[in-house]
C-alpha cells in the first residue's frame, strides 16, 4: 500500500543508505522508507516530462526542479515500503 508514504510528502530526507541489498531512506533521522530493488528494480532520477516508462510503479517529484524519483521494476520482485518503527 503505497499511500502509506504519503506521511513523507514535504519532508526531507536526511541518508540514504544501505545494508546488503536493502536501500534505507531516512528523514527525521530515523529509516522511514525501505527499499528493496530485487532483480530487476531500478531508482531513476529524472526530468517529470520525460515519458513514463512501462513497469514504473511509484513517481516522487523533488522539489525546487523539473526532477523526480521513479521506482521501475519489471518483474516486480523489489519492495518499496514504510520502515517499521522498530528498526
Not at 10 to 38: H, T, W
Request: hydrophobic letters at 35%.
Amino acid at each position: 500500500d503505497y499511500n502509506a508514504l504519503r506521511r513523507y510528502e514535504n519532508k526531507r530526507v536526511d541518508n540514504v543508505s544501505c545494508y546488503g541489498k536493502m536501500l534505507f531512506i531516512s528523514i527525521e533521522k530515523k529509516p522511514a522508507i525501505l527499499v528493496q530493488l530485487g532483480m530487476t528494480g531500478q531508482l531513476l532520477v529524472t526530468n517529470k516530462d520525460a515519458q513514463v516508462k512501462m513497469h514504473t510503479h511509484l513517481r516522487w517529484p523533488l522539489k525546487r526542479n523539473n526532477l523526480e524519483l521513479r521506482y521501475v521494476d519489471p518483474r516486480r520482485f523489489g519492495l518499496v515500503d514504510v520502515c517499521d518503527e522498530n528498526i
